[in-house]
């Protein structure tokens, strides 16, 4: 006489075998949702805070940083809205239009992500306007004609803006957006290299939040063209914005695991593969 607790009829085995298989593939899909989304620390290529300069002194010919036009006077000033030292255009020394540059040694890499990020200020009584910042290729005078950059916009009917500007980098005429705001306010600006999606965007956050702007196409071998950072500040009856904390980082896109992850992962599914054949 056998026992009913020790019997199983055919379903209540096959119920039990897909449960084992549930279970199983729960706790794989946990380990494959861990591996992507384990974050890649990012590697900071090239920063710039300006507390190394003395105040009032040009950056041009400091730090790496070069000449990219006729005028260069771009000063490092104590902040009087962002709170530390700051290349400070908000006291303009000459009517002239001034560029300058900081070669990098390296072109960007087409196969990561690259984020350029910086802090800035404009202040619309002081008619912050036609200032530029962002990346371009050392090897061509005036950096904005072979890159991308941001640039404060204020003498316009529109009001306070800022525009993303991509079209010299791109060739494509079409490619900037304007977003309103950012004026009178601390803000943080960004520009990321999608070298993975092959995708260029800018991301503004002017006390509310990140967003981001239209992502606009771009090759690898426009990539490999950016190896400067380059500001230019416009004097011309016009001020321009207090920049800090330049920053040049990037990471992948999706985590490799270590090898002891892959090696329970790669179990979870050789069990699969064990329970479905039990079962």
């Known amino acids: 006489m056998f026992s009913q607790t ?5 379903r209540a085995r096959a119920l039990s075998g897909r449960c084992r298989t549930i ?12 591996l992507i989304a384990t974050p890649v620390a990012a590697t900071t290529l090239f920063q710039e805070d300006f507390e190394a300069y003395a105040v009032g002194s040009n950056v041009t010919g400091q730090g790496g940083w070069v000449p990219d036009y006729v005028n260069n006077a771009l000063n490092v000033g104590n ?9 400070n ?6 009517g002239a239009l001034n560029f300058s540059a900081r070669p990098l040694g390296f072109a960007l890499d087409p196969n ?11 202040t619309s009584s002081g008619r912050t306007h036609n200032a530029v910042i962002g990346l371009g290729n050392a090897s061509i005078p005036l950096f904005t004609t072979s890159g991308l950059y941001w640039e404060p916009f204020l003498l316009t009917a529109a009001g306070p803006r800022w525009r993303f500007e991509v079209q010299n980098f791109t060739g494509n005429p079409s490619d900037f957006i304007d977003v309103s705001g950012g004026y009178d306010t601390p803000v943080k600006m960004s520009i990321v290299i999608d070298g993975v999606a092959n995708e ?7 006390g509310s939040g990140a967003h981001q702007t239209p992502h606009y196409a771009i090759t690898d071998a426009q990539i490999a063209t950016l190896n400067e950072v380059g500001v230019a500040f416009d004097f011309r009856g016009t001020r321009g914005p207090e920049l800090d904390n330049l920053r040049l980082f990037d990471n992948v896109s999706a985590a490799v695991p270590e090898p002891g992850t892959a090696l329970l992962f790669a179990a979870s599914v050789g069990l699969l593969g064990f329970t479905r054949r039990r079962s």
């Open 6 to 10: 020790s019997r199983m009829t055919p």
């Open 112 to 122: 990561r992500i690259t984020t350029f990020a910086f802090d800035a200020y404009a």
């Open 79 to 87: 902040g009087s809205f962002l709170p530390t030292k700051v290349l």
């Open 89 to 94: 255009g908000l006291a303009p020394t000459n």
């Open 23 to 34: 279970a199983l593939t729960i706790v794989a899909s946990a380990i494959a949702a861990s």
């Open 200 to 206: 260029v965007y800018g991301v503004y956050d002017f």
